[in-house]
């Protein structure tokens, strides 16, 4: 199924199209093209540094996995793609971006995530961690030594995981910290880590994040990062939807004259206006056909051996009545992992990378209006769940992923008034970034974490002069965090600018 362009708010509608015909005749010295978070990240960062950027967009709408749309209800908002937001809160791009100073609201559910089981237990990860450590019994000591210095050492770690990947970190200790629970958490040694299922399970999900296999070590270092924000600075969600951050980079772009081309999907490098640079918020996929046989050979054929990971197939549901979870603790949570047992979760998601279709797959489901109450009206509420499944499936999963909720809330198909499956295929015909439906731009290997796209010291540039790579598919990943876009548009400045100190990019006065 392929998603249709939704009806725009009113206020949205304005204000996108005024981005659209807003300037447009002056020759821009940076072409952005795809707007993303990432895409966005690196027009600010552009702009900042004092050079007219402008942005080209396939799709009428800005903002790539950060859109909010009402589907079924003009009252009822839902996040198209993302909906939670750790990292946007910790990322160092957006740390200095400062949302909440741009008026970006963050809410907090008291329960960053929750994991049902069948026999009716459910892990809760409040965002207090002894109060998570209470509530595991027997592991609440061996959560409490895991998570623990990991809190401790937060921002060293996030700054760890959120850089480019190619220089030692000035403080090992983070990185060592990290390394050693990797080994624990995503190997084979994982099973024997906790006594309890409860634990077990609520760990295996954060790491099934990842969409791969399980265990991996790249789901320990994703289960490392997301499980010690929860006890951190949390996951939260944006008072009224994730187009509120889309919202608040355009802003500041615009501010600074940069100019935005929507409905327009760019095919050839040479649609673009002349340029110093070009940077491509876009899959490695989408480079090599736009830049064409400019590449050289050999880059080219790094981009083709690039590998994409399993799809997500997306069920947007709106409900009459807040999800009558079997236990009705889980309730207190705004994101839910339905994988089962660790056991479940390591068959399901391994099935899924391997291209196996299983009945019983795991699903990530978000109820917004658990923290952000303005996303509901009396009756009406949005629920978004999705399924991983084999890269490129094409089968509708709204029977499967309704299936698989009702089985840890009895009741909820009563309560469902519409809802709309989108395939790992539809989601890859709205976005060619999620190729074959991997949302994760690219297999979460260890090896493709670190060295997304291709084997290269500098990951943003490629061998074409001025034209750069900044989307999810280079490091750090995926997740809504602008370090991709930052990082890229930093490599730019330095090399086709000679600017070597980061543009400040705290709010303007225009944009409080
Ligand atoms: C269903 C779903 C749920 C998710 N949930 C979360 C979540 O809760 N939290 C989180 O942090 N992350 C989540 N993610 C992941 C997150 O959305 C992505 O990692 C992030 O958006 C990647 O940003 P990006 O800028 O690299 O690319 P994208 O956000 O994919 O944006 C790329 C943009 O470029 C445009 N484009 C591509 N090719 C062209 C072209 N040739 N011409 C013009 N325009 C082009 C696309 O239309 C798109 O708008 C989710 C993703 C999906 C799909």
Known sequence: MIITEP????????????????????????????????????????????????????????GGGLRTEPLFDVDIEHDICSAVHPMAVVSPFFRQFDLASRGVNMMHPSVSYAHPLHNGQAGLAYRDLEATCAHLGPDGDRWRRLMKPLLDHSRELVDFIMSGQRSLPRNPSAPALLLSRMLAHG???????FRTEVARSLLTGVAAHAVGKLPSLASGAVAMLLGHLAHGTGWPIPEGGSARIADALARDITAAGGIFHTD??????????????????????????IA???????????LARFRYGPAAAKVDFL?????????????QAATVHLGGTQAEMFRAETAAAAGIRTQEPFVLLVDPAQADPSRARPGRRPVWAYAHVPNGDTTDPTAMVTACIERY????????????????????AYNPNYVGGDIGAGAMTLWQSLMRPVPRFDPYRTPLTRVYLCSASTPPGPSVHGMSGYLAALSALRHEFGIRTPPDLGPLPINR
Do not use: M
């Open 7 to 62: 009806s725009l708010p009113f206020e949205s509608f304005i204000e996108r199209r005024a981005l659209s015909l807003y300037g447009g005749c002056v020759q821009p010295d940076a072409v952005v093209v795809g707007t993303g978070p990432n895409g966005l990240a690196a027009a600010v960062t552009l702009s900042r540094a004092g050079l007219k950027v402008a942005l080209y967009e396939a799709r009428k709408t800005i």
């Open 292 to 302: 064409g046989d400019r590449l050289p050979v050999g880059y080219r054929r790094g």
């Open 319 to 331: 409900v009459s009545e807040p999800i009558p979870w079997a236990n009705p603790a889980v309730g």
């Open 264 to 289: 327009h999907h760019v095919t050839s490098l040479d649609e673009l206006p002349r340029a110093k640079v070009v940077l491509l918020d876009t899959s490695p996929r989408t480079l090599a056909r």
């Open 409 to 428: 809330a009895p009741g909820f198909t009563d309560t469902v008034i519409h809802r709309r499956g989108v395939s790992g295929a539809g989601l890859h």
């Open 187 to 193: 190997t084979a040694l994982a099973p024997g880590r």
